[in-house]
């Protein structure tokens, strides 16, 4: 079975159009073994970058800061490197259109996209709306490691190669009880 690469970003909002990556993590996961390994991470800065970012909330709720995307070299600078990274593997995120919306709106290319994991996810984990809604809500990436791994003191750090990695072994999970993304 082919490896599959779980990518991870962090990013100052949730709109590509108005908000910006700050951080690429990229992690291979080995779909018969379970083992992973990171191929890339790293802090990016995208042009845009400035003074009025400071308060994002990624800088409240993470220890990344500020400054260490100031010194972060420019996406662009890697934009070969992940382009052969996005070619190579059959590439997955916990929240896809979340995660490859922001690089698409960049310029990359993903010739070999799964399913989401989080959307995947929903079903197993079978959490209610919190308005009483039908179905389930899809899951946090907290609480989809927490329904998986319940007894693993975890909390997500929101750094993309950490996140990636967990969320990398949540997806092993599915691959082991029979849930397919390809």
């Known amino acids: 079975m082919e490896k599959i690469a779980v990518i991870d970003i962090e990013t100052t909002g949730l709109v590509p159009q108005n908000d910006i990556i700050l951080e690429i993590g ?3 996961l080995n779909p018969e073994t379970g083992e992973t390994e990171v191929v890339f991470d790293s802090l990016v800065k995208e042009p845009s970058f ?3 970012l400071r308060g994002s909330w990624i800088f409240d709720n993470s220890d990344l800061s500020f400054e260490d995307v100031q010194n972060a070299p420019l996406l662009e600078s890697f934009r070969n ?4 990274i996005f070619n190579e593997y059959k590439i997955t995120a916990f929240n896809l259109s979340f995660d490859l919306g922001f690089l698409k709106s960049r310029g990359f290319i993903f010739p070999n996209e799964l399913l989401c994991i989080m959307l995947t996810s ?3 984990c079978k959490i209610p709306h919190y308005n009483g809604g039908p179905g389930y809500k899809w899951p946090k990436a907290q609480e989809a490691w927490d329904y998986f791994f319940p007894n693993t003191n975890y909390i997500e750090k929101h750094r993309a ?3 990636a990695k967990h969320e990398a072994k949540i997806l092993y999970e599915l691959i082991k009880i029979g849930k397919s993304i390809l």
Do not use: H, M, R, S
Not at 81 to 84: G, P
């Open 122 to 124: 929903t079903d197993i």
């Open 81 to 84: 490197e992940l382009q052969d």
């Open 50 to 52: 400035g003074e009025p």
């Open 26 to 28: 990229i992690v291979e």
């Open 161 to 163: 190669a950490d996140d």
